[in-house]
Structures are given as structure tokens and as C-alpha cells.
């Protein structure tokens, strides 16, 4: 298992960037597909973004392509979230999340993945 624990969450008005980071411990990082879902109130947790073992493929929700970017370090056993352009739809507790099937159906689902993060929030303000 590995240990993940998010930060870079804030307040920030629309039109603004933040970037989330998530560092993780324990188990060997680049053997982990890592992923972000995000949480609004009231409603089910929803994909954001996710990246391969290596970095090299990434996979977007549609209501995040062109704004976000998913990247990660393995040296620094970090992946990251760029946000650009937020929108209070954006609004939301962001988690990350470590999983093992990359594959076109899995790595947009959270049973995909194993471990998870606490969340920290983003709040968009209109």
C-alpha cells in the first residue's frame, strides 16, 4: 500500500490557477497508475484526471481537458494537478489516488483504485 497526502488546495476567484500535489510513501511509486477525482457537496465522487506508470499517456474528463494537466515526478514520488481556468463548477474536495489497471474502461472508475488521499479542497469563487 501506499501513502498519499495531497496539498496546494485553496480558495481561488474564477479564471485563477492553483496546483495540487500528492506526495506518496510506502510501495515503489512508478509501479502506480495515479489518478485525481474530485467531490462537490451532495454529489458522487467524479474522475478528473489520471496518468500511466511511466507519464508517457494521460487521460482527462471532458469537463477538465484544455484546463487541467496531470503529470507526474517519479523521482520526487509526486504527481501533480495543474488547474487553469477554474470555474466554480470546480468547487470541490479533490482526492488522489494510486491503482494498478490502466486500461480504457478502469482507470476513469475509483474501484480501480486501491489507495487513496484525504482530499483537500479547492473552492471557486464566482
Known amino acids: 500500500q501506499v501513502q498519499l497526502v495531497e496539498s496546494g488546495g485553496g480558495l481561488v476567484q474564477a479564471g485563477g490557477s492553483l496546483r495540487l500535489s500528492c506526495a506518496a510513501s510506502g510501495r515503489t511509486f512508478s509501479s502506480y497508475c495515479m489518478a485525481w477525482f474530485r467531490q462537490g457537496p451532495g454529489k458522487e465522487r467524479e474522475f478528473v484526471a489520471t496518468?500511466?506508470?511511466?507519464?508517457?499517456?494521460?487521460y482527462y474528463a471532458n469537463s477538465v481537458k484544455g484546463r487541467f494537466t496531470i503529470s507526474r515526478d517519479n523521482d520526487k514520488n509526486t504527481v501533480y494537478l495543474q488547474m487553469n481556468s477554474l470555474k466554480p463548477e470546480d468547487t470541490a474536495i479533490y482526492y488522489c489516488?494510486?491503482?494498478?489497471?490502466?486500461?480504457?474502461?478502469?482507470?476513469?472508475?475509483?474501484?480501480?483504485?486501491?489507495?487513496w488521499g484525504q482530499g483537500i479542497q479547492v473552492t471557486v469563487s464566482s
Open positions: 496518468v500511466n506508470w511511466s507519464g508517457g499517456s494521460t
Open positions: 489516488a494510486a491503482g494498478q489497471r490502466w486500461d480504457p474502461y478502469s482507470r476513469s472508475r475509483p474501484y480501480a483504485y486501491d489507495n
